[in-house]
């Protein structure tokens, strides 16, 4: 079969992604490429939570709904799935729940007491449980317990996970392959690692799903990446902050989602006027407003794309896996710096908060950029007029510069003007650096195409429906479109991309086709829709069946 | 000693070419000229470098100062200094930080910074202009306006009592608390240079004369006086609090100025430091993570 997907589910509080990552590290110790979809309600105990863990030898970035192992801690977990259950379905189920199921049922209660266990390690019985099922063996089992459980607790997982091994039987037998055991990561590990990549120095930010896990990551590993982690008072000041630190010197991130990004579009225009860069990790979740906190959503293109007051050139990318958040959060750094715009990298909860296989051998090293620096010549001008727009950077502690940033339409020195000639010259001036920044992006991987290009037809689509696309197209020898680069965008690129595009469908997560909008603001025609604004993405057999109606 | 006098060449150069569009009679005049003698001062006694300055102005009468001199400056936006400032001393613990901001700049839009960047003891210095009215919004009534003020938003007087801002900013943790008055120049200038000087969150509310819209001269020139060194024990909590509620803002009473509390505390910046030290390869230090993922 080559290909296995395992649901594991119970209340809040459970560890339920815990265990997920866990059954991930277990496919992938064997070789295989795995992907996380983790649904879970906006509450800290009880409701329902559930992962479904898919594992593959290719690579692969989304669910399907069928499973070949159910793992249940209560009865909603196999009320809640039961059209994921088939024939050939085993379910093991935590049995003293009173869990009415069919399968290997498992006393939790009883196994936690005898082995004197904290109840957190019901996740191991499950986990042997399943290792069991999936004919892998106790000792690679045991190798991922030692590589993912604290020291202390390690004895105590061991023997429970080793109780659920017993209790179960082979089911069905998991190949190991020849391929290397990738680490798993979250969208937003990716992105955290892809700005470090990129020169990151400090990242500030005021948590909010689904950003928080990317300053939980960062602040994790403050001392082992050298960086500046900072959660101020609210999302005003973590933008000012992030400016403040850019105008000293230090490259900064920020993260958030919608609603703290409707905190820092002041502090986003404010980027644009006074030209001091600055990258905003914006991961999107349905709204409008506190919406469904902990769910999927592609809801804010256009926000981001128009945000803030008056004119001013941004730079907006939206990757749709791991490989692409590092390297666009990377690159959105570096030509950040270079161009000295605001950046703005979208995701969305599927990607920020989903797992999969991270193979950074795979990821396609960015060009490098350093910023412009003032050659120390002449009197210092922070708006000097050049050719492309971009004025050589001084910081301030600098001797002979005085670095005089402002709010205000300025002067090439920095101070307040409103007279015609100067705040004209100003406006074009940050235009050129919007088209030096364009001309830079043509050399770019702006539009990615998948498939061969007489497919005849074609499905648009951006950000994290990227890989339920791809395995929907082969479904119908179609060809994929996805724009890396939103803004500016990559008009030429796009053009080339869709030449014989034949029948094209935009596949999106959102109510009223926010890509498509944005095409045909561009000229070009974003086909037919298929649109789900339900705050979950798309299953690959779900995309399947809604591009069959159109295809059909 | 006079102010004009000592560190002059350097003070004389910190003047910008910008055309100055206070009001004649403005006490903004009187803070900028005491800022810029301060930095030139404390140039030549300390041996700061004049490029180590930088200056932050909100949006406000007050902020128009960042334009009239030649300092390192950054102009940003309504009532949102304090972050920025905290931030520019985050990336380079050499600068001294010192944010001019107004009263309905710092007291109204961006009160939730003050009092964040006092509690967290950040290396900055705050300078209120207040004078207790908007004015380049023509005249409205601010969050240290006394009450019945009638300002163009409520033209039959306002209903609400001001705040006391040093009693704010002393609950909230900052640890060098002073108050100046705009017709006490040398007063001021000294109050000034104490405060940037002060490691930690230092924080000065100058009570500034608005010529236009709310001239206090008079009222001032009858109640302010300066504090001696036996008024207050700065390094006291109660007894700064207590000097500090001599006057509210509101009822007729003698108004102190001079330095309220004075402490040291750890410096919010200085734990950041440590990580960021030397010039790592932090493209190595990726990979390592990677390859020690768990």
Redesign the interface.
């Known amino acids: 079969m080559g290909e296995y997907s395992v649901l594991i589910g119970g209340k809040a509080g459970e560890g339920i992604n815990t265990a997920g990552l866990s059954i991930a590290g277990l496919f992938s110790r064997l070789g295989y490429r795995t992907y996380m979809y983790f649904d879970y309600p906006s509450l800290i105990r009880g409701g329902h939570n559930f992962a479904i863990i898919r594992a593959s030898e290719r690579t692969i970035g989304a669910h399907r709904t069928p499973v070949d192992v159910l793992l249940a801690f209560d009865q909603n977990s196999i009320e809640n799935h039961r059209e994921r259950v088939h024939d050939g379905t085993t379910v093991i189920y935590d049995a003293s729940q009173a869990v009415k199921a069919e399968g290997y049922g498992l006393p939790l209660d009883t196994i936690l007491e005898e082995e004197k266990a904290p109840p957190i390690t019901g996740n191991s019985a499950m986990l042997g449980a399943l290792a069991r099922v999936a004919g892998i063996g106790r000792e690679v089992l045991e190798d991922v317990l030692r590589?993912?459980v604290p020291e202390k607790h390690l004895e105590a997982n061991l023997r429970v996970a080793g109780r659920g091994y017993d209790a179960a039987g082979e089911v069905f037998t998991v190949e190991p392959l020849d391929a290397p055991a990738l680490?798993v990561?979250t969208g937003n590990e990716a992105a955290g690692?892809g700005l470090?990549?990129g020169?990151?120095?400090?990242y500030?930010a005021y948590p909010m799903t689904p950003s928080s896990n990317l300053l939980h990551f960062l602040a994790r590993?403050?001392?082992?990446?050298?960086?500046?982690v900072?959660h101020?008072?609210?999302e005003?000041?973590?933008i000012?902050?992030?400016?403040?630190?850019?105008?000293?010197?230090?490259k900064?991130a920020v993260g958030t989602s919608g609603g703290g990004f409707c905190l820092m579009t002041?502090?986003l225009s404010?980027a644009g006027m006074?030209e001091i860069p600055v990258t905003i990790v914006m991961g999107q979740r349905p709204g409008p407003s506190t919406g469904m906190p902990t769910y999927t959503a592609q809801g804010d293109l256009h926000f981001v794309l128009n945000a803030g007051q008056g004119e001013f050139p941004r730079l907006v990318v939206a990757p749709g896996d791991l490989e692409e958040a590092y390297a666009w959060s990377a690159t959105a750094l570096m030509l950040s710096w270079r161009y000295q715009v605001p950046a703005i990298v979208l995701t969305d909860k599927a990607l920020a908060e989903g797992a999969c296989s991270?193979d950074?051998g795979a990821v396609a090293p960015p060009p490098d950029h350093e910023p412009v620096l003032w050659d120390g010549a002449g009197e210092y001008r922070r708006y000097a007029r050049t050719e492309s727009g971009v004025s050589p950077l001084a910081?301030?502690?600098?001797?002979?510069?005085?670095?005089?940033?402002?709010?205000?339409a300025?002067d090439e020195t920095?101070?307040?003007t409103e007279t015609v000639k100067g705040v004209t010259a100003l406006q074009e001036k940050r235009f050129r650096k919007g088209e030096s920044l364009k001309a830079e992006l043509s050399t770019y991987p702006a539009v990615k195409t998948y498939g061969a290009r007489d497919a005849g037809t074609t499905i648009v689509c951006w950000g994290s429906e990227k890989w339920a696309c791809i395995e929907a197209a082969e479904e119908f020898g179609a060809r994929v479109v996805q724009p890396l680069v939103l803004a500016p965008f990559p008009a030429r690129q796009w053009k080339e991309a869709m030449i014989g595009a034949g029948r094209v469908v935009c596949v999106e997560n959102n109510a009223t086709g926010q890509l498509a909008l944005l095409l045909r603001q561009q000229g070009f025609d974003p086909g037919h829709p298929v649109l789900k604004y339900d705050g979950r993405p798309f299953a690959v057999d779900e995309l399947e069946a809604r591009l069959g109606e159109v295809f059909a | 000693m006079n102010p004009e006098q000592s560190a002059g060449r350097t003070a004389g150069g910190l003047i910008?070419p910008?055309q100055n569009t206070w009001c004649p009679g403005c006490g903004n005049f009187s803070i900028e000229h005491m800022m810029k003698s301060a930095i030139a001062e404390l140039s030549e006694e300390e041996g700061i470098?004049l490029?180590?300055f930088?200056l932050l102005g909100g949006?406000g009468c007050h902020g128009?100062l960042?334009?009239y001199l030649?300092?390192?400056?950054?102009?940003?936006?309504h009532g949102?200094?304090?972050?920025?400032?905290?931030?520019?001393?985050?990336?380079?613990p050499?600068?001294k930080v010192i944010c001019h901001v107004g009263d309905g700049d710092i007291y109204a839009e961006g009160l939730?910074?003050l009092i964040?960047a006092a509690k967290r003891n950040s290396d900055i210095t705050v300078i209120v202009h207040d004078n207790r009215v908007y004015g380049l919004t023509t005249g409205q009534y601010t969050p240290t306006s006394p009450t019945g003020f009638k300002g163009r938003s409520t033209p039959g007087g306002s209903t609400e009592h001001p705040v006391n801002p040093l009693e704010m900013m002393l609950a909230a943790g900052a640890t060098h608390i002073a108050r100046g008055y705009t017709k006490k120049v040398r007063h001021l200038k000294d109050l000034f240079k104490e405060a940037i000087v002060h490691r930690g969150f230092s924080f000065v509310d100058v009570l500034q004369i608005c010529a236009t819209y709310f001239n206090l001269t008079d009222y001032y020139n009858a109640h302010a006086y300066e504090m001696q060194e036996d008024e207050v024990d700065t390094a006291e909590f109660a007894s700064a609090l207590g000097k500090i509620r001599e006057w509210d803002y509101d009822r007729d009473a003698p108004i102190p100025l001079g330095t309220f509390y004075s402490v040291e505390r750890p410096v919010y910046e200085e734990k950041?430091r440590a990580?960021?030290a030397?010039k790592?390869d932090?493209?190595a230090?990726?990979?390592?993570?990677?390859e020690e993922?768990?």
């Open positions: 590589t993912t680490p990561l690692l470090v990549h020169g990151l120095d400090s500030v590993h403050a001392e082992d990446l050298s960086i500046k900072i101020p008072e609210n005003i000041g973590v000012q902050m992030a400016l403040g630190l850019a105008y000293a010197g230090e900064t002041e502090g404010l006074s991270f950074v910081f301030p502690g600098r001797e002979g510069a005085v670095v005089k940033v402002n709010s205000y300025h920095g101070f307040t | 910008s910008v470098p490029e180590n930088v949006i128009k960042v334009d030649n300092v390192n400056s950054f102009y940003g936006i949102r200094s304090v972050p920025a400032a905290t931030g520019m001393r985050l990336a380079n050499d600068l939730d910074h964040f950041f990580l960021t030397g790592p932090r493209r230090l990726v990979r390592k993570v990677l993922w768990r």
